[in-house]
C-alpha cells in the first residue's frame, strides 16, 4: 500500500533557527575534534613529532 507522506513547511524564522542550531553543532564538533587531537598528542608526548619518516 501506498502511503502519503505530509511535508512539513517552515516558516521562514524556523529555517533561520534551523541553520544557527546546525551551525553550533558544527562548531561543537569542531572543538570536541580538536581537543581530542590536542589531548592525543599530549599522551604520546614531544617525542612523536622527532621520529623519522
Do not use: C, D
Not at 17 to 39: D, E, P
Not at 42 to 51: D, E, F, Q, W, Y
Amino acid at each position: 500500500m501506498a502511503e502519503i507522506i505530509e511535508k512539513v513547511t517552515l516558516t521562514e524564522e524556523q529555517k533561520k533557527r534551523q541553520h544557527k542550531r546546525s551551525v553550533a553543532i558544527a562548531f561543537a564538533l569542531g572543538a570536541l575534534v580538536l581537543i581530542f587531537y590536542a589531548i592525543t598528542i599530549v599522551k604520546m608526548g614531544p617525542g612523536v613529532m622527532n621520529r623519522p619518516l
